[in-house]
């Protein structure tokens, strides 16, 4: 049974450009939910979908946006980077019987130049 | 808003010592809380968890008690082993049916043989 798995691994923008990060859930979850983790810093929410729906948000702006597909799959879009959008973003997949327990990825690192 | 604190790291312990690692939350209402754990070169993984008021977690030899009257919830280990070496971030779920967590800033455990 595959986890939780994210795609890419690792990847280099540059400033202004526009990223695409992507997430395969566990099998038979249906919430995704996307984290930024700077270094050293736990990871910090920034929205969850269910139902194919943004059900809640974080702090962060509209540069941040998210889609989830009827198979619950995910993606996180980034607009306009900027240096410190660079961290580790990592999906976290639940039942939504059962929020709270997620199961983790292991992340994308975003460097943004 | 909620927040999470731990304690600072790195934790440095000789095998079998006793490990504590201290966590204090803020929270409206009875948050659920959450010690998760990061292996190097894996994702988070939930370690366990305590939904109400002096229930206990435990998973693995790990224990902690959630204390309302401290807001407390200290992760502890009678006899730790070299595998034990992580990084350990406690969370707090408001008592939403989502899934948002709140993290620590997470505290690196190093055992020593």
């Known amino acids: 049974d595959a986890g939780v798995t994210q795609s890419p691994t690792h990847l280099i923008k540059t400033r202004g450009q526009q990223v695409t990060l992507r997430c395969s859930p566990k099998s038979g979850h249906d919430t995704v939910s996307w984290y930024q983790q700077a270094l050293g810093q736990g990871p910090q929410f920034i929205f969850q979908?269910?139902?194919?729906?943004?059900?809640q948000r974080g702090n962060f702006p509209d540069r941040f946006s998210g889609h989830q597909f009827p198979n619950y799959s995910s993606e996180l879009n980034v607009n306009a980077l900027l240096l410190g959008d660079s961290a580790l973003y990592l999906c976290?997949?639940?039942?939504?019987?059962?929020?709270?327990?997620?199961?983790f990825g292991e992340g994308s690192r975003l460097t943004v130049l | 808003g909620n927040s999470v604190t731990q304690m600072e790291g790195p934790v440095t312990l000789s095998e079998e010592a006793f490990l504590t690692i201290n966590c204090t939350y803020t929270?409206?209402?009875?948050?659920?809380l959450f010690w998760y754990v990061q292996y190097p070169g894996e994702g988070l993984q939930l370690l366990l968890k305590a939904t109400k008021a002096d229930d206990k977690g435990s998973n693995k030899g790990f224990e902690a008690t959630y204390r309302k009257e401290t807001t407390s919830f200290h992760l502890e280990k009678g006899s730790v082993q070299v595998s034990d070496s992580a990084v350990y971030f406690c969370a707090a779920k408001g008592s939403s049916n989502t899934g948002k967590l709140i993290f620590g800033q997470g505290t690196t455990l190093q055992v020593k043989p």
């Open positions: 976290a997949s639940s039942w939504n019987s059962y929020p709270g327990e997620l199961f």
């Open positions: 929270a409206t209402g009875y948050p659920s």
């Open positions: 979908y269910y139902e194919e729906e943004e059900r």
